[in-house]
């Protein structure tokens, strides 16, 4: 359940909580084309900090024009809006949920006479995964639903219709048991999680499927590569067989919810030490000191709100 915050932006104003509604007939609530993003603020020593805000709102304004819809906004307004929420509800940690959607005006499939609007809300979310996962790891099966095909929609699009796919395996997984799902692409390759990247580890060298392989391109994931580079940590894009994730000596997802949570087990299969691997642990560390603005080489990832 959502804690409510006090205010929302939408399309350039201020709203309470309570009032940010919508028409039911709303075209992206019918048709599910509307693009998203997921993005965190952290405390930090010199107020909130948004983790990596250009590049998330660029990824929008991306997202939006793969799928032919005009954002009404420029980057630097959307940015300023994220800040001016974020300040309204007097909030120091928070999720952050732009969206961008067609509203009431028209039905049918061509959305044209459809106004696009774009709405901001903040609220406290803590760890997606669980606090006791961060330090365990999680128990993860490979879905029977496959990641969409960068043929059948744009992966690279965050786009709301996309998440339908997710919602299904998240959906088998839990029933199933397990906390998270991992699907296959249609070649039968590793792809993702539901909501995020994954990483195994193999003999020290760092893995991560390749965004040909129809993943995301995640903003963490990219944060937790240069990071690993950094560390003089081997870094490779390439296909992950099935296989491959049991063998691994250590996995974890990657992703804006998710943060880096280590994976313990894959159907039933124990991963490494069957608990967080020092690779893992380390770029978990450092990752969580960057957010907080504990690393100054990284503070350029950092929008700070006051």
Known sequence: MLTPTKLIWM???????????????????????????????????????????????????????????????????????????????????????????YGYGEMGLNPAGSPVRVAIAVWPWGTYLGEEGLERGIRAMISSWRRIDPRILPPQSKTVANYANSILAKLEALGAGYDEAILLNLDGFVAEGPGENIFIVEGGTLITPPLSSGVLAGITRNSVMKIARDEEISVKEQNIAREQLYEADEAFFAGTAAEVTPIREIDGKVVGDGKRGPITEKLQHIFFNVVRGRKPEYESWLDYVK
């Open 11 to 101: 399309d350039g104003k201020l709203v309470p909580w309570g009032d940010a509604k919508v028409h039911v007939l709303t075209h992206t609530l019918h048709y599910g084309l509307g693009v998203f993003e997921g993005i965190r603020c952290y405390k930090t020593e010199k107020g909130p900090a948004v983790f990596r805000l250009r590049d998330h709102i660029q990824r929008l304004k991306n997202s939006a024009s793969l799928v032919k819809m005009k954002l009404p906004y420029s980057v630097e307004e959307l940015v300023e809006a994220v800040k001016c929420v974020i300040k309204a509800n007097e909030i120091e940690e928070c999720y952050i949920r732009p969206i961008v959607y």
